[in-house]
């Protein structure tokens, strides 16, 4: 029997739990770079978010009267192993383990993510992800959380969006851990990662369990009219944002990567793309929006330039709406890797918009045509062959959305930040008569 397919909403931690110095949870990278003068917009403070680490019952009920199938959630390395090594804090796990009893209980497929970047803040003392040993050290979590959820929950995500923690955390310093490495630093960190997923996706299928690796993926557009340089420049973002973490891990190698003048990626041993090679039992595409790739300025640090794309509407966090991006992305990911394509769920898919409170509604129309035509995307790309399992809106609650703090909504609940009191907005209703609507033959691409 084939299972059904995937509805559901996405979450991550750190966006949402608060309660950062409770119940023995160590400080993250994230606890850190927060506190920066100037590193969040606004100066928003984490510390609260959500508090879904208090109200995640009335989280669950939501998600009830939503009714996914699914959710995607991510476990807090910071609240099972506080020091990243070392010690297991017992009620950080008791924590998910409610969670994950409490789905059951209602019928929804639990689907976490083991790092949604939230690093214990003493592993980056130790080098972070610039330090191979980050990569055991993830494993072995890794390996705790299995252990005490892996009865009930056959299915993990290893890595979120690995290339933006890489990216935003690591070379523009945008992220935490806020580092400006050079080339060949944020390859290592990209290696790193990449020797995380495998060690771990070893560990969970030596207890039977699935292992899936998350990534944004951005479709790369060229201008009307492109020059080589723009298509040299397409295929370089293309290698840096699409293939980096995915050739390794279906192809066992890594793409080629000279035109940001590395003749190879530093930190690789012997055996270590072994470990990655084949290590994916299911992609999880992140898509947001594809990228406009130019050539760039003579002299530029980068092999590429990015444009902006016109034309079409822009979420409020001024993204370009492209739905055909998501069609692309997923039946671009069928024909590169064919065969050695594991099944595909969109992991995360969504907008920030702007509400607008009517007769205490929350009004939300964008986000309902956003949806709308993203969930089509899904449809065109089955139609035409992708193998995709599941579909989940980033995300269920308004929430600390990174470095623009709460500036950004992109849930279908409206949260009250100074009150906690959540809205369903339109969208909420909208995606909950799709859910029913399609629920009854889940398979059909319809
Ligand atoms: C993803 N970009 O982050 C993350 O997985 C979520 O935690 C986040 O809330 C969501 O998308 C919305 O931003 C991204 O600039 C951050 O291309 C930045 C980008 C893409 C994704």
Known sequence: MSSPFLWGVASAAFQVEGALAEDGRGPSVWDTFAARPGAV?????????????????????????????????????????????????KAGLDFYDRLVDALLERGITPFPTLFHWDLPQALEDAGGWSSRDTASAFADYAAVVADRMGDRVPRWITLNEPVVHMAYG????????????????????????????????????????????????????????????????????????????????????????????????????????????????????????????????????????LGEITGVPTTAFGWPVV????????????????????????????????????????????????????IAAVDA???RGADVRGYFVWTLTDNFEWAEGYHQRFGLVHVDHETQVRTPKDSFARYRDIIAARTGAPDSPA
Do not use: K, M
């Open 41 to 89: 917009r606004d100066g928003h403070s984490p510390a609260v978010a959500c508090d879904h680490y208090h109200r995640w019952q009335q989280d669950v009920d939501l998600l009830d009267r939503l009714g996914v199938n699914a959710y995607r959630f991510s476990v807090a390395w910071p609240r099972v192993v506080p020091q990243g090594t070392g010690p297991v804090n």
């Open 381 to 383: 790309a089955r139609a």
């Open 170 to 305: 690591h070379a523009f310093g945008t992220h935490a851990p806020g580092h400006a490495l050079e080339v060949p630093g944020v390859l290592a960190v990209a290696h790193h990662l990449l020797l995380a997923h495998g060690l771990a996706a070893a560990e969970l299928r030596s207890r039977g369990l699935e292992a899936l690796l998350t990534n944004n993926l951005s479709p790369v557009r060229g201008p009307q009219d492109p020059t080589g340089a723009d298509l040299a420049a397409g295929a370089a973002y293309d290698a840096l944002h699409n293939r980096l973490f995915t050739d390794p891990v279906l192809l066992g190698s890594y793409p080629d990567l000279s035109a940001f003048g590395a003749a190879e990626v530093p930190g690789v041993r012997e055996g270590d793309l072994g470990v990655i090679a084949g290590s994916a039992d299911g992609i999880g595409v992140n898509y947001y929006n594809p990228s406009l790739v130019l050539a760039p300025e003579e002299g530029a640090g980068l092999p590429f330039a």
């Open 323 to 374: 739905p055909e991006g998501l069609t692309d992305t997923l039946v671009g990911l069928s024909e590169r890797y064919g065969e050695a394509l594991p099944p595909l769920y969109v992991t995360e898919n969504g907008c920030s918009c702007e509400d607008t409170v009517v007769d205490g509604r929350v009004a939300d129309p964008g986000r309902i045509a956003y949806l709308e035509s993203h």
